[in-house]
């Protein structure tokens, strides 16, 4: 089935191509209000595992560098995990909720920055955040 695009969405199309307004850069926001932040919040879902650590890893430093007090790390709750069809997985690490504290506690140069982790959020079943408390350099 062929739907004819309408005239109005051609018309609306055209003009938004033309026009100077573009679409708001999100990441570009994100990193003009970086500096002098309090708490910073970085979502995981959607990462691999290594890419998460990665990431994680990343993000830590960028926030330790701009003297930001907390981090909400947002991996969730892993209920959609695939990990239980792969009997070579397992069921505890395959998930970020878990891999990414168990990946930041091992790190001795993360550790270094890091004043503390509520690890007691990630034990619960309801959540899929926990959060990270820099220390002051």
């Known amino acids: 089935m062929i739907k004819k695009i309408s005239d109005k969405d051609i018309k609306d199309w055209e003009d938004f191509v033309k026009n100077n307004d573009k ?3 999100k990441d570009g ?21 290594d890419d998460a650590n990665k990431r994680i890893f990343e ?6 560098d701009k003297k930001v ?3 909400n790390v947002i991996t969730g709750k892993g209920l959609r995990s ?25 790190n001795s140069e993360l550790m270094k920055k890091i ?15 926990f959060n990270i ?5």
Request: proline fraction near 3%; include cysteine.
């Open 29 to 49: 926001f994100l990193k003009k209000n970086f500096d002098n932040k309090i708490h910073m919040e970085i979502d995981l879902h959607g990462y691999s595992l």
């Open 82 to 106: 695939k990990n239980t069809d792969d009997p070579y997985s397992s069921s505890n690490l395959a998930i970020l909720k878990h891999s990414v504290p168990y990946f930041i506690k091992n």
């Open 69 to 71: 007090k907390s981090i």
């Open 133 to 137: 408390y820099l220390k002051i350099n």
């Open 115 to 129: 004043k503390s982790i509520n690890l007691d959020e990630t034990k619960s079943k309801s959540k899929g955040n």
């Open 23 to 25: 679409v708001e850069d």
């Open 59 to 64: 993000f830590v430093n960028e926030c330790y």
